[in-house]
């Protein structure tokens, strides 16, 4: 199954309503959301071939393929044919060998209408694609289109500028956005093809699109889905999890203020500054710094992360496939430390070493944090 993620862990969700203290309407919103991932998840394991035929249409291939010119070359009547195919043929292979290195940013910004259909979004109101002008503001008074439009191409040139990836698949995959999905829907979304985003219900939570970091790490499983897949459960999650907090706060650091790009102690470390809506006691989602610190509010509970090995938490299935959210606080601050520890800009110190353990081919899909942390010491002593 591919790797389905919500920014907002159904335990939040769920906290909000087993303490009842919330407005009713929030706490209804909160049902609805925590139903439609539920649903969302279990048509993901029916479905969970989509990745597959999504990477089989990326692979770059003339509108001939090339097993009609290998038989030409084979057994064509004539000296020229033959020439003409295998040139042809050497083209093809160049072409697939420089698609991972040439830009193909092509983003589409969906309008989703306030529809629950996930298996369909609807793709009938284009909001913004590749190259267009940006949403007035009558249009789309929230901005969300235009926040996602953005938030897509910082996210995408972080990614090629410094570690020559085109786009989540490694070869210019499209980008497919929708803003305003479901009614007050509370999450963030990375289904394993399109990037899916609620607008909140203004109590709870603030909307999404706004926040780069959250775009960023919904890309990044993305990325890890497309590079080395690991499965969404128990240790493996939560590195998943923690991978895509990792390149998500860097984005953050590289790109919220272009002009002032900030070193690891400069940043703040916080993943989902601002999710929050007004009057929640939280500074963000998750500290990456200080996990277990982010909030603690009555509506919403305690961030539950813990920060260090000896506090890892065994939990079964049901709860968040396992402690994805949860323990996923390990590694962070295990990234930050080590950030912190080379200095200077975390994504040409820590961040390569990173990436490098990711996508070096050794993380088995049940990856555990003592296998991802050998290959980070592995890669530091050759880095
Ligand atoms: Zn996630």
Not at 188 to 200: E, N, P, S, V, Y
């Amino acid at each position: 199954m591919a790797p389905f993620c919500c920014i907002v862990p159904e335990y939040v969700l769920r906290a909000i309503v087993e303490r009842g203290v919330a407005p009713q309407n929030t706490i209804n919103a909160c049902h609805s959301t925590i139903e439609k991932i539920r649903q969302i998840q279990d048509a993901r394991i029916q479905h969970g071939q989509r990745t597959e035929s999504a990477q089989q249409q990326q692979v770059a291939e003339g509108i001939i393929p090339s097993f009609i010119h290998e038989t030409i070359a084979q057994y064509a009547a004539t000296a020229e044919q033959r020439e003409t195919s295998l040139r042809t043929l050497e083209y093809n292979t160049k072409l697939r060998a420089a698609a991972g290195t040439l830009r193909h940013l092509k983003r589409t910004v969906y309008d989703a209408q306030n529809s629950w259909d996930f298996e369909n979004p609807p793709k009938d109101k284009v909001m913004i694609e590749e190259g267009g002008v940006l949403v007035s503001e009558e249009e789309d008074p929230t901005g969300n289109a235009n926040e996602c439009y953005i938030g897509f191409k910082k996210t995408y040139d972080f990614y090629f500028d410094f570690f020559k990836r085109d786009s989540i698949d490694g070869r210019g995959l499209k980008l497919d956005g929708f803003v305003h999905f479901g009614k007050k829907f509370g999450n963030a979304i990375w289904d394993g093809r399109d990037l899916i985003f609620g607008d909140g219900d203004g109590i709870i939570f603030d909307g999404f699109t706004d926040e780069l970091d959250i775009i960023a790490h919904e890309f990044t499983h993305g990325v890890v889905q497309y590079t080395n897949p690991l499965n969404y459960t128990f240790q493996s999650g939560a590195l998943n999890e923690s991978l895509a907090d990792v390149f998500g706060v860097m984005v953050k650091q590289w790109a919220e203020k272009p002009e002032h790009p900030q070193t690891v102690d400069q940043a703040n470390w916080l993943i989902g500054e601002g999710i929050w809506a007004e009057g929640i006691n939280g500074r963000a989602l998750r500290d990456m710094k200080n996990p277990g610190t982010a909030y603690n509010d009555r509506f919403v509970g305690k961030d539950p992360q813990p920060a260090h090995w000896d506090h890892f938490q065994t939990l079964g299935l049901s709860v968040d496939r396992g402690g994805v959210h949860i323990n996923s606080g390990i590694p962070n601050r295990a990234f930050c430390l080590a950030a912190n520890m080379i200095g200077g800009y975390a994504w040409e110190g820590a961040g390569p070493i990173w990436y490098k353990a990711l996508t070096s081919g050794k993380l088995g899909e049940n990856a555990t944090f003592k296998e991802f942390a050998d290959l980070t010491i592995e890669n530091a002593s050759e880095h």
